[in-house]
């Protein structure tokens, strides 16, 4: 039974450019979460997904970041024009149903030059 | 005031010895905890759920007690391989369905 799984591992990119991360969750699982962990801080909450739904994406910022987790196919956090204050580690978490156990990826490091 | 707020640390311990973890956290309509750890620059692992009743796995043993919204985690005989972050972690659905994690407390078990 394969875990989450996040794609790519490692990320780089030029301010300005757009960032898409993906993540799969594992078998069964229709929750989906995202964090973002900067150096040397906690995980902080982004957004929650279900199949075709946001539930919650008050930790998003505003502008240039979106999340969507399609009817088929993996959840994709997007970032558009990324700044350097963008570099982080990027975490995806599923779980089968509403406040169950999340289990996380192994994560996407992004760097912005 | 941060919702979840944890030990600031790091914890240095010598191995065998006994360690506590503090967690608390300022929102009542809280649900849900649970003890992840982190290895460094890998992902949070699941350690352990908490309930009020208590509970123990191992040398693992986590407390929540909701009158004082304060959840312990206690680590006996600690092995070096337990040197990790340790993350108190806790589910709201309040204002929004959330996640919210500790910041974490680091522990180094030296030989």
């Known amino acids: 039974n394969a875990g989450v799984m996040q794609n790519p591992r490692h990320l780089v990119r030029r301010r300005g450019q757009e960032a898409r991360l993906r993540c799969s969750p594992m078998?069964?699982?229709?929750?989906v979460y995202w964090y973002r962990q900067l150096p040397e801080e906690g995980l902080k909450f982004m957004v929650y997904?279900?199949?075709?739904?946001?539930?919650?994406e008050s930790g998003m910022p505003k502008e240039r970041f979106s999340a969507e987790f399609p009817k088929e196919g993996p959840s994709i956090l997007r970032i558009q024009q990324v700044v350097r204050g963008d570099s982080a580690a990027y975490f995806c978490?599923?779980?089968?149903?509403?406040?169950?156990?999340?289990?996380f990826g192994p994560g996407t490091r992004l760097l912005v030059l | 005031r941060k919702e979840v707020e944890q030990d600031p640390g790091p914890f240095n311990v010598p191995e065998g010895a006994t360690v506590a973890f503090n967690c608390t956290y300022s929102?009542?309509?809280?649900?849900?905890f649970f003890w992840y750890r982190q290895d460094c620059r890998k992902e949070p692992k699941l350690l352990m759920s908490?309930?009020?009743s208590g509970n123990e796995d191992g040398r693992f043993t986590a407390q929540l007690n909701r009158a004082s919204q304060y959840i312990s985690l206690l680590i006996r005989d600690s092995k070096l391989s337990d040197s990790a972050t340790y993350l108190c972690?806790?589910?709201?659905?309040?204002?929004?369905?959330?996640?919210?994690f500790g910041a974490g407390t680091r522990l180094f078990v030296k030989a």
């Open positions: 078998k069964g699982h229709s929750h």
């Open positions: 997904l279900q199949k075709e739904n946001i539930i919650d």
């Open positions: 972690v806790v589910n709201r659905a309040t204002g929004g369905f959330k996640t919210i």
């Open positions: 929102n009542s309509a809280s649900q849900s």
């Open positions: 908490v309930y009020s």
């Open positions: 978490a599923s779980s089968p149903s509403y406040q169950e156990t999340q289990y």
